[in-house]
């Protein structure tokens, strides 16, 4: 209860339990019990048993163990919190090796594979030429420039994805609106961008987080919606919630199925998309029905994610908090 005991003796106090002093064939007569408090909450109790000299415990015990547990529940919690730290960390290490893997198959799969067909083609181009076949050479040429085309256009939008210069510099709005304007000329899908008039500034991590789960969304449309329209909004919701959500108008999917198939899958996604979530106190919510398009939302709570003003630029107006 947050308070220390002295109990003279045990075997007339029914809240003992006897079975540890019996597993270690420790009689136990007599017991001081003082709490170990952090910051008001209880985290543990630290017990001395059978005062050597037969007496009993007396307050300045009581005194002498209270300032210890003091002491000694800092020292935990201390612990603890590292503990905690390290995990924190050990997570964000794990995601951030997971794009880079996932970067590396994009680019292999993509503008390497293009790449390597372009260069077949050209040695392709050159016999014909040397035997004089103009109209096949031609030919060849007007296949191999689309896929070369094709490949630049993939690299840039990995380099965007990469390093997404305005973020840094200009924050999340104006990112999102670079990154639509970049999608609508090189995806087969349109993309509108809705912002809501007032829109704070949150540090640079909250913004890169949700910059991210676009990201991750919007990958996931290219390879498996074959959607013609998305739609990217950014509203703030009344609970001091930024509310982002991309929604496409594709195939969809069973989410619930999807969920249980990933695992052996390894596909990672959407497992990263909430890990990302997580660390800023962020909720992502999939809605999908086959048939229907899909709906990504991720909801942060403003207000501990509030970038302060030295953080903030002039170009998205800042909110009171
Ligand atoms: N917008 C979408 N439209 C249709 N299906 C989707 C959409 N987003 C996700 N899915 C389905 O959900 C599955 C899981 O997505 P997730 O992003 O976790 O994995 P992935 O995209 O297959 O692989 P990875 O993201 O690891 O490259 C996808 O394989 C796909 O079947
Ligand atoms: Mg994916």
Redesign the pocket.
Known sequence: HGEPLIVDDVRQDDRYYPRIAQDHAYPTHSILAVPMIVRGNVIGVLQVLNRTSGTRFTPADQELLTAFSAQSAVVIENARLYQSLRDERDRIVAVEE?VRH?LA?DIHDGPAQMLAAVIMGTSFVREALTHERMDVALKELDEMVPVAEKALRQLRTLLFDLRPVTLETKGLIPALESYARMLGQNERFTVELHVADEVPRLTHSAESVIFQVVQ??I???R?????SHVDVRVAVEKGGQLAVS?Q?N????D?AQ?ER??EE?????????RERARTVNGVLG?V?QPGQ??T?SLRVPIKPNLARVTEADATQPLVSA
Do not use: P
């Open positions: 997971e996932r198959r991750e969304a990958s996931n449309i390879k498996h919606a074959n959607a991309v496409d594709g195939v969809g999917f989410t999807i198939a990933s899958k390894g596909s990672l996604g959407m497992l990263n998309m999939v999908s398009g899909t990504v």
